[in-house]
């Protein structure tokens, strides 16, 4: 860690309540969060940290679309309901970890809809557990491999995208990204073939 254990814990109850704010309000920056854990806590550390605080901000969020504010977003989202197999209750975990992991939707339209559809908390928080797990992972190492640069350089430079520990996260979270694209890219060229 880059600050004495005094302080440490201090920094950590604030970028927990921080995290959890963000995530529950639905503001954006938890990736600029991610690689602050990475950066100040390590790979180890930093990736626990990120996970507790995300599932916790998306347990609040989900409470709060569910019981204050239900009224407000089932209109604006009755039009995305469909995204989420929740009529086959068998395999809604499984799905909703999948909708995750690919990100098909954005994970905050993911809780909001979650929320509408009366998910059980069970099956919320161990999908987003499971599913925020390896985009949390990425982020963190990015931010720890940027550490360790300016630890060995003392400055930050165009150099630092060319150590492994940066452009080969970079390169994961790029297919993660871009792997609905390849899915519907697959499905049509299946279509295609059926049809012939």
Not at 89 to 105: C, E, H, S
């Amino acid at each position: 860690m880059l600050m004495e254990s005094g302080n440490h814990y201090k920094f950590i109850m604030i970028y927990f309540i921080l995290y959890v704010v963000i995530v529950a309000c639905f503001i954006p920056g938890t990736i600029l969060f991610d690689l602050l854990a990475g950066y100040i806590f390590g790979l180890l550390w930093g990736s626990v940290l990120v996970i507790i605080s995300y599932s916790c901000g998306a347990i609040v969020n989900f409470f709060l679309v569910k019981y204050l504010f239900k009224g407000i977003f089932e209109h604006k989202f009755q039009q995305m309901k469909h995204m989420i197999n929740y009529h086959n209750k068998n395999y809604l975990l499984l799905n909703l970890i999948g909708l995750r992991l690919i990100a098909v939707i954005p994970f905050w339209v993911l809780n909001v809809l979650c929320a509408l559809l009366n998910v059980r908390i069970s099956t919320f928080i161990i999908s987003t557990i499971i599913g925020i797990i390896p985009a949390s992972i990425i982020y963190v190492i990015i931010g720890d491999g940027v550490r360790d640069s300016i630890s060995s350089t003392g400055v930050i430079s165009a150099n630092i995208l060319f150590q492994p520990k940066i452009w080969l996260p970079i390169i994961i979270m790029a297919i993660l990204l871009f792997m609905p694209n390849i899915i519907k890219f697959i499905k049509r060229h299946q279509n295609r073939t059926h049809r012939k």
